[in-house]
């Protein structure tokens, strides 16, 4: 790759080509000015040099489709105008109100501070911590219990995100108190969030299941990454509080059946920075938090938003997060689409890593606890018995340890029956298919486990 010394960039001047770190990290998109912010992030990251790769038709034309995708969004933004939003119910509608937030006070010292705040992995990693209990292990009783806790914990969350949302406040210690028993359930039994995580919403709005969801799965990728427990919390907590903006978008949006208008489409792209407005109402909050409402959509090729940020300018803790968002996002149900099959989801995100859309390195984390088909989900295998996922192998992440539910019949077996299997070493059975999650009829969450 051809290199270029940082300290031959201008402020101001635009990247003409993708500018990648050694290790081929993207860090600037072509076209995207660098600014001083850019510059001042390299120096604090000791990077002096960026390196530019030889472009295939192949990336050109992926370029072209990325540059179509910004400018569908694309909002006009003087950087330099900082505005205090007293009301963010007064905030303009349409693009108008997005280019308002995006200038407003609170954006603003966010990507002033970028840099500032600690996001890469400290002390003794949680991962070598956490243990595993084996399915004979899990009495009813246990997995009872379990299932009441996520219960319990959903109409908690539920009664936080309401209060914060119609102007009340909320103690973080509180917050903390939910993710912490689920790190300390996970420090147990790692598994088993995985599973429960694959808990979908009826008839409510899908905003606080998909914000548990997204907490538990956070959880997962964090501790699988090397962060510690207290930075697994933390970014548990930002998970937990990732979405909490879109309460502020009309619930005629967020539950629309087809495709969004440009203008409903702005207003969605609202919510993280209104989320950070919400967030000022929590005492007591990680610094970090904040970082991981307002980043969470941002792309590491410039193709998300507020900001159309790039990798360099995006918190750690928001990356993680962003990987649990869209995989439960695509393995649930919504109003314009039915949900993907689990193992969908999974090669979705490895589609969008290879494109640069989202951190591989992160992708790869959730594959180590999840593997290619997750934890939880249902497969049929080659002698045409029906499976649950119940735990991955790491060094064989296409065969993991299933419990084997019915027979080859697809007749269900009694409890007493069901057994293990591991497809790393069973040669005569194997994965023949991934199956929708509701394959089977009266299949409890916790069968299998």
């Not at 038709?57 to 992926?62: A, G, R, T």
């Not at 109409?155 to 406040?169: F, H, P």
């Not at 009826?202 to 090397?226: K, Q, R, T, W």
């Not at 649990?324 to 969908?344: C, F, K, N």
Request: charged letters at 25%.
């Amino acid at each position: 790759m051809k290199s270029i010394q940082v300290s031959s960039l201008c402020s101001g001047a635009v990247a003409k080509s993708d500018y990648y770190s050694e290790k081929g990290e993207l860090l600037v998109s072509k076209g995207v000015a660098i600014t001083d912010p850019f510059l001042e992030t390299f120096r604090r990251r000791n990077i002096f040099e960026l390196f530019v790769k030889p472009v295939t038709e192949e990336e050109e034309l992926h370029s072209i489709l990325n540059r179509e995708f910004k400018a569908l969004g694309d909002v006009d933004i003087d950087d330099q105008v900082v505005q205090k939003i007293q009301d963010v119910r007064a905030v303009k509608p349409g693009k108008e109100g997005l280019a308002q937030l995006n200038r407003s006070e609170k954006a603003y010292l966010l990507d002033k501070q970028l840099g500032s705040s600690a996001d890469r992995p400290v002390g003794p990693a949680l991962r070598n911590k956490a243990t595993q209990l084996s399915v004979t292990d899990r009495t009813d009783r246990y997995k009872t219990g379990i299932a009441e806790a996520y219960r319990g914990a959903l109409k908690e969350v539920k009664y936080t995100l309401d209060m914060l949302a119609t102007g009340g406040s909320a103690d973080g210690k509180e917050i903390r108190r939910i993710v912490d028993n689920f790190v300390k359930i996970f420090i147990t039994d790692k598994n088993i969030l995985l599973n429960i995580s694959g808990i979908k919403h009826a008839n409510e709005d899908y905003i606080y299941h998909h914000s548990f969801n997204v907490c538990l799965l956070a959880i997962n990728i964090s501790a699988s990454s090397g962060y510690n427990e207290n930075q697994v919390a933390e970014i548990g907590i930002g998970a937990l509080l990732h979405d909490i903006g879109m309460l502020l978008v009309p619930a005629q949006i967020r539950t629309k059946q087809g495709r969004l208008t440009t203008e409903e489409w702005f207003e969605v792209q609202k919510h993280p920075i209104l989320g950070l407005h919400l967030l000022e109402k929590v005492s007591r909050l990680p610094e970090t938090i904040p970082y991981v409402a307002y980043q969470v959509h941002e792309r590491e090729n410039s193709t998300g938003y507020p900001k159309r940020r790039n990798s360099l300018l995006i918190h750690r803790f928001a990356k993680m997060v962003q990987i649990a968002d869209i995989y439960e996002a695509l393995t649930s149900p919504r109003s314009y689409r039915q949900a993907y099959i689990p193992h969908e989801g999974v090669i979705r995100l490895i589609k969008m890593s290879k494109t640069g859309m989202i951190p591989g390195e992160f992708v790869k984390a959730f594959l180590e606890y999840a593997s290619l088909y997750p934890v939880g989900s249902l497969v049929q295998l080659s002698d045409h018995s029906i499976a649950k996922v119940v735990h991955a192998n790491k060094n064989s992440l296409g065969k993991p340890l299933v419990s084997v539910l019915t027979d080859t019949m697809e007749k269900p077996l009694v409890r007493n029956s069901i057994c293990q299997m591991d497809l790393a070493r069973n040669t005569s059975v194997q994965i023949a298919k991934a199956l929708a999650s509701d394959y089977l009829k009266d299949v409890d969450i916790m069968d299998g486990f």
